[in-house]
């Protein structure tokens, strides 16, 4: 078997400092842990703290990995819409798994996004393997990958923020009612569907959108030699090709963890992939009642989450 790569990473956010390169791990042993071995995952638009975040299946996810680079690519924590009124276990355990990991060794990336947008002004914080900015720059086998939210390209975001924050907590309710009608179609034994999924595949402005946002993040990734370009903020995973005048760039999207619960991956064997929580059986054989660690890890949120709160002076 052998040893997972050495890979460099620079992050350009505002520090500009380029990080070490990964220290190499050792192989593991036969019969050992069977989570999957990725050398990049990478997580956005999880928005924990609301109604539509699916904090249980994204901790079952991220225990079924083991990644040496973990990249938080924005609107983990939806501070838009936090409230101290709304935040379930389920939620501290993401954050407090999450801290475990990096003190673990394994290297977290938190780059900000519009919903977590008060956490720019601290870009280029490091703790330990917690790195926080606003974009990365991977340096992979496969070629250079330039990781950032997106929301830079979003124009209602520049100019209309209060616009946008209002359609946010719209986009929340929607949220909720689409739970209640999925609860229905479950008593009648018919399929889920996903409401706010369907509204933007119906309307053309909201295709034409995603259409553009695509094309300008790679456009820009080639001005900039980049190979592959990958964001969030949209919630349209996907993996393609876009031609641009300077070339071919592939354009990636991890999706989100409120509607399409997917996450890209990446190894040096298979390139980038597309990972869906839906089409993975075994998430489904884990989908059991909470383990007595998940139990001990509730203990006290409250205090936990008012500490979080004073840390980033968040009322």
Not at 60 to 79: A, C, E, F, M, T
Not at 168 to 180: A, E, S, T, V
């Amino acid at each position: 078997m052998s040893e997972p790569l050495d890979f460099t990473f620079e992050n350009t956010g505002p520090a500009g400092v380029p990080t070490r390169p990964a220290k190499r791990k050792k192989p593991a042993k036969a019969g050992g842990s069977k989570r999957r071995r990725v050398q990049v995952a990478v997580v956005s638009d999880v928005h924990l703290g609301t109604y539509g975040c699916h904090a249980r299946e994204l901790l079952r996810y991220l225990k079924s990995i083991r990644p040496q680079v973990l990249v938080l690519n924005g609107d983990i924590v939806d501070i838009w819409q936090f409230s101290k009124n709304y935040w379930p276990p389920a939620h501290m355990r993401v954050v407090r798994y999450l801290a475990g990991l990096a003190a673990k060794g394994t290297k977290i990336h938190y780059l900000t996004g519009n919903h977590d947008e008060l956490l720019r002004k601290f870009a280029g914080l490091k703790i330990g393997q917690f790195h926080l900015g606003n974009k990365l720059v991977l340096d992979l086998p496969h070629g250079r990958t330039w990781l950032f939210h997106g929301d830079v390209f979003d124009v209602t975001m520049r100019h209309s923020r209060w616009l946008a924050k209002l359609g946010g907590q719209g986009y929340d309710l929607l949220i909720l009612i689409n739970r209640f009608f999925n609860f229905l179609l479950d008593k009648l034994g018919r399929p889920r569907v996903a409401l706010s999924k369907l509204v933007k595949e119906r309307v053309k402005s909201a295709v034409a959108a995603v259409n553009n946002f695509e094309e300008t993040a790679a456009a820009i990734a080639a001005d900039e030699g980049y190979r592959f370009v990958a964001c969030g903020h949209i919630h349209q995973p996907e993996i393609k090709e876009i031609a641009t005048p300077k070339g071919p760039i592939t354009y990636l999207n991890s999706g989100d963890w409120v509607e399409n619960l997917t996450a890209l991956e990446y190894t040096a064997a298979a390139g980038w992939q597309l990972y869906r929580y839906a089409d993975d059986p075994r998430m489904q054989a884990l989908a059991e009642p909470d383990d007595a660690t998940d139990t001990a890890s509730d203990a006290h949120p409250a205090q936990l989450l008012e500490g979080l709160l004073a840390e980033f002076k968040i009322k």
